[in-house]
């Protein structure tokens, strides 16, 4: 079958190969893929700066936003052939800490964790793989290839499950506006989530007009290209998804009283801006407010998130899906292209 492998921690490395069929230890159940989806950690991976191979092995199977249906699977399982499932990406780490024992591997304490496609896992991007039956979500058949928006849903899914978690520690928590910075695939689904909460959701970019202006509109969203305006926001809470150090700096004591700013995204070390921490203190301090980060997704948001998907308008979902590429031309999909949202791998095609 035909892969997308990749030499981690040698850039260009990647190449489409023939490798043998998923071995069985990878899990009692035989998806066929129908789709794949591209993100920045891919092409990190791919850059040469970020991944690992299974012990062992020289190469690694790319690919953790996946989407594929069932072939095969045992009779004591909750899949069934035909089924529509996400694998999760991450495994608990062996010890396990305490975090893992109890089924929240997002939570990890000692980065032993494993990652499909990522760290010394093998990855989905393969013409057919395997998976343990625990660590597939079912979505709804409904959804068809916009189930392949999983894998990131869960990640804010988590940012939702961790923000009203935060919310509720005051008894009268009633959050009205919400602000998301970054109106990539994260930002969007962030804001679907919002929206879905009943928010009143406010989006910045610094692309003007454009696709990304009129699915935050189809939100019934208000989307910003001035930094300007957000100073008057006063959000209750923010959804930080650029991991832009200037942006995380503008975030920060920007919040209503009480406020909560969720930061999803991830920054290079070494850049260096100057912040007036003594403000930023002071009014974290006398306005209750938190700030937090949150990375990964355990099982139960990945359900949470497959809920939030079947419960979503299915045209808004596919206008999040700007280039669909066939497996023959994968490297097209890591190309950055203008008018990009989500980019996938069309396995079918
Ligand atoms: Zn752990």
Request: charged share 25%; hydrophobic share 40%; proline share 6%.
């Amino acid at each position: 079958m035909r892969a997308i492998t990749v030499s981690p921690g040698i850039a260009d490395s990647a190449r489409l190969e023939d490798v043998p069929e998923p071995p069985r230890s990878d899990g009692a159940v035989l998806v066929r893929s129908l789709a794949l989806g591209v993100c920045g950690t891919d092409r990190e991976i791919l850059s040469g700066a970020y991944g690992s191979a299974p012990p062992g092995e020289r190469r690694l199977v790319l690919g953790h936003e996946s989407l594929g249906e069932v072939e095969e699977a045992p009779h004591d399982c909750d899949v069934r052939p035909g089924d529509l499932v996400v694998g999760i990406v991450r495994r608990p780490d062996p010890v396990p800490c305490l975090a893992c024992a109890v089924g929240e591997w997002d939570m990890c304490r000692n980065g032993r964790y494993t990652e499909r496609g990522i760290k010394e896992r093998h990855g989905y991007g393969a013409e057919r793989f395997r998976i343990e039956p625990d660590f597939a979500v079912k979505i709804d058949p409904a959804l068809g290839i916009l189930g392949v928006l999983l894998e990131p849903a869960s990640i804010l899914a988590k940012a939702w499950d961790h923000t009203e978690r935060i919310g509720q520690r005051a008894r009268a928590w009633q959050p009205k506006c919400l602000l998301v910075t970054g109106a990539g695939p994260i930002g969007l689904l962030a804001a679907l989530m919002g929206a879905q909460r009943g928010l009143d959701v406010h989006v910045f970019d610094r692309n003007q007009g454009g696709p990304k202006e009129a699915l935050v509109r189809g939100l019934g969203g208000t989307y910003h290209t001035d930094a300007a305006t957000l100073a008057r926001l006063a959000p209750d809470i923010v959804m930080e998804c650029t991991g832009s150090p200037a942006l995380v700096r503008e975030c920060l004591g920007a919040t209503a009283a009480a406020g909560i700013v969720c930061l999803t995204g991830v920054s290079e070390p070494g850049k260096v801006v100057d912040v007036d921490i003594g403000r930023v203190n002071r009014m974290m301090v006398l306005d209750n407010d938190t700030v937090f980060g949150v990375v990964n997704a355990n099982r139960r948001h990945y359900e949470m998130g497959a809920d939030a998907l079947a419960r979503a308008d299915r045209d808004w979902l596919g206008r999040l899906i700007t280039r669909r590429v066939p497996l023959a031309r994968w490297r097209e999909a890591l190309e950055h292209r203008r008018g990009d949202i989500k980019v996938i791998v069309d396995f079918a095609e």
